[in-house]
Every structure is written in C-alpha cells, then in structure tokens.
C-alpha cells in the first residue's frame, strides 16, 4: 500500500481553513465523501485508472498546541497500489494535492 503524509500550520482560523481544504480537493477533481469540522475524507473518481491505483485523501484539523489561533492540518494520501516506483500514480496524486493545498493557502494570506 502507498501512503504519503504532510503536515501543514497555519494561522488562519479552522473555519477559513477547513473551506479552503474543501475547495483545493474539488480542484483537484476529488469526490468528498466525508467531512465534518476536524476531519475531511475525498476520493478519486472511479474509470481513469485501475482500483488499487485509486487513491484516497484523509485530512485531519487539529487546534496547535502553542498558539490560540490557527489550525495543524495532517495530510494522508494513499491507495491499495505498491510503490514500486518512486513516481506512482499515488504521489502524483499527492503531489496535485500539496500544490493545490499550497495555492489556496496562498490566496488566504493574501487577502
């Protein structure tokens, strides 16, 4: 099984942060299939590649320790596929979905 894991820190209130996470998976063409406040689990879409290829995002909000404000967002992407090789279909899932986590935080300090 390929597993890739990020964690992120922000300083932006949960709230901002969990619509922003909402919106950099529905960027990445991903189907939600749960998300509460602390927690969002998307999909890919079933029919452009094989099943253990299809790969499955889990993020979790957790409030820092330190600081008041903000939130620590833990990244997993993973699928049923070996890693046989370093650039799989599951990192290339991870790597979209880093990039696009990484825009929208962008946009959020811009604002």
């Given at each position: 099984m390929a597993r890739y894991t990020n964690l992120f820190m922000t300083g932006a209130p949960k709230e901002e942060v969990h619509q922003g996470l909402v919106t950099a998976l529905k960027a990445c063409d991903l189907d939600l299939v749960y998300q509460d406040p602390v927690y969002i689990v998307a999909k890919e879409k079933p029919g452009r590649v094989s099943l253990a290829q299809l790969a499955t995002v889990e993020i979790l909000l957790n409030?820092?320790?330190?600081?008041?404000?903000?939130?620590?967002?833990?990244?997993?992407?993973?699928?049923?596929?070996?890693?046989?090789?370093?650039?799989?279909?599951?990192?290339?899932?991870?790597?979209?979905?880093?990039?696009?986590?990484?825009e929208v935080s962008a946009q959020e300090v811009s604002v």
């Open positions: 409030p820092p320790a330190v600081e008041p404000q903000g939130a620590k967002i833990d990244l997993i992407v993973k699928n049923e596929e070996l890693p046989l090789r370093q650039q799989n279909h599951c990192h290339a899932i991870f790597t979209q979905v880093n990039q696009a986590i990484s």
